[in-house]
């Protein structure tokens, strides 16, 4: 419990308050009955009244730094705030929660704590926890009354309450440093009525009336951005750029959101591919490599607006397909931070670009729908990109504003798709093991005559049933042992699959077995080692 608490003129005089103003019949404050005093002098209220110690503590700065809200300080009234604060916990029941009530009123208004990296302002300016503490103690000239545990404790829910998304934050101000006054003549409506049979509304002479609104200006080169930054003059690279950075704007205002493209930049080494990223991520731009899983990863991200993947080309080699896209996928991260025992959900704050200068750096035939590949045909524009970057990012800002969607639409999928198959990784088991099937797919008819004359009520032969393994070691005489090692299983699947076979597990003469066989197959023809061989083909 928190109770009234006495000032005497001993009390006073330490807090080398003027004598003058006391009354000098019994040495207390002149109360505003006696007379008017001016808004700097002390009232007696004000040391006696719990809540207005706390109220004088948030108005005015007993830390004796420059305060926004109260630039011309009154140093004597100042020492007398600071004197009650510390009355206040001395003579409190709970001492420990009259000083944390006591810190929560002086740093109430003045500290904010960046959610994505975990510093905290002063009045904006880069503090700690502990010259946060100090100072205040500092100024009242007593310490603490929290044990450590306690103190940590109310301080998380403190800055919980305080915390502010640095990207949001920036691209608000961005959005009001871009923002004007617009007017605009409309017709009549019937709801202007009253307004004008009022005179609340005044019509122009052609019976018009004049609105003025606000609006983000246009960038007057966003229709052909990707032609200014990346020397790209074509319709879907526009169109890519244009969706990223709405989508670079939506995760930032919206953590969580999906956005799992990959703006890839395909071009030489050194025209400032990675520069571009950095420079719109600012300081919240990182690079990943190939690894997904490791909790430094989503401890990176959680601090990050904008992350490269360094040498995209490396890291889809390296890493499965599937668990990349998976990765991409993702619209929050769930791991543990450091010295914190629980997991916790973290919406993902993040949008992904890429690099590379390989011409075959997809791997994966049908899933590349997340990269966004535009081709750069000279050195970015970078100083014009520094220059406009604040006036880009306003006009992503109105675009996500009105509900433009920065997800691909069909025919944009259609079009990335296409152009995706330009930078496939070339597979060299293509030409030999279509060879080898065209070949053995004539087979299939030289086997049905042959059975027939033996069998005549015996059904056709209609498709092959072949195995990968067997392709490579009787085929392409790639021994045993090597087929997984260097993926060549892999290779071989990826052309029977676009020569129209699907892996299932059918009976075949009379056997269950796993085999390539195409589509509407129903009796298919097993294979041999003997048929590969027998082919003879050289490649």
Not at 95 to 122: C, M, P, S
Not at 149 to 175: C, D, G, M, S, Y
Not at 291 to 304: K, V
Request: with cysteine; aromatic share 10%.
């Amino acid at each position: 419990m928190i109770k009234m608490f006495d000032i005497d003129s001993t009390d006073l005089d330490s807090a080398d308050l003027d004598s003058a103003d006391l009354d000098s019949a019994d040495n207390t404050y002149t109360s505003p009955a006696k007379h008017k005093k001016s808004t700097n002098q002390c009232d007696e209220d004000d040391f006696k009244d719990p809540k207005q110690v706390l109220r004088n503590l948030r108005e005015y700065d007993i830390l004796n730094l420059p305060h926004p809200r109260n630039p011309r300080v009154d140093e004597r009234r100042e020492k007398a705030v600071r004197y009650a604060a510390k009355m206040y916990i001395m003579q409190a029941d709970d001492k420990g929660f009259a000083f944390w009530q006591v810190f929560e009123a002086v740093y109430k208004t003045r500290v904010t704590q960046n959610e994505w990296t975990g510093d905290i302002y002063l009045d904006g300016r880069l503090t700690t926890v502990e010259n946060l503490l100090d100072r205040l103690e500092t100024s009242i000239g007593l310490m603490s009354k929290l044990t450590s545990e306690q103190f940590k404790r109310k301080l998380e829910v403190f800055l919980t309450n305080h915390r502010f998304n640095p990207v949001r934050k920036e691209l608000e101000v961005i959005a009001r440093q871009f923002t004007h006054e617009v007017t605009s003549n409309r017709a009549v409506e019937p709801h202007d009525e009253f307004g004008l049979s009022e005179g609340f509304i005044t019509p122009n002479p052609d019976g018009t009336i004049t609105e003025t609104s606000e609006e983000i200006a246009k960038h007057p080169d966003w229709c052909r951005l990707a032609s200014v930054l990346f020397g790209a003059d074509d319709a879907l690279s526009q169109k890519m750029l244009e969706k990223w950075l709405v989508a670079s704007v939506a995760r930032a205002m919206l953590p969580g959101c999906q956005a799992d493209n990959c703006l890839v930049l395909k071009g030489d080494q050194g025209i400032g591919k990675s520069s571009f990223f950095r420079i719109l991520g600012g300081d919240y731009f990182n690079e990943m490599d190939g690894e997904t899983a490791r909790p430094e990863l989503y401890r990176l991200l959680s601090q990050s607006w904008v992350v490269e993947l360094n040498e995209i080309e490396s890291i889809t080699r390296r890493k499965e397909v599937e668990a990349l896209k998976a990765f991409l996928t993702k619209t929050k991260d769930n791991y543990r931070d450091l010295y914190i025992n629980n997991n916790k959900d973290r919406p993902r704050h993040a949008v992904f670009g890429g690099s590379c200068n390989s011409d075959e750096f997809l791997k994966d035939k049908t899933g590349n729908r997340r990269f966004w590949v535009i081709p750069c045909s000279r050195a970015i524009d970078l100083d014009y990109f520094k220059v406009n970057r604040e006036a880009i990012l306003a006009h992503a800002y109105r675009l996500w504003q009105s509900g433009f969607s920065w997800q691909a639409d069909n025919q944009m999928f259609t079009e990335s798709e296409e152009r995706n198959k330009e930078y496939l990784e070339a597979n060299e088991f293509t030409y030999p093991v279509s060879r080898l099937v065209n070949f053995l797919v004539d087979r299939i008819g030289i086997e049905n005559n042959r059975q027939k004359g033996k069998y005549p009520d015996r059904v056709n032969y209609d498709g092959l049933a072949i195995t990968a393994s067997d392709l490579l070691t009787y085929g392409l005489n790639i021994p045993i042992e090597r087929h997984r090692t260097n993926r060549h299983n892999r290779k071989v699947a990826e052309v029977l699959a676009e020569l129209g076979y699907s892996k299932s597990r059918k009976r075949v003469d009379g056997q269950r077995a796993y085999s390539w066989v195409k589509e509407g197959t129903n009796n298919p023809y097993l294979v041999t080692p003997q048929d590969i061989r027998g082919a003879n083909l050289q490649f």
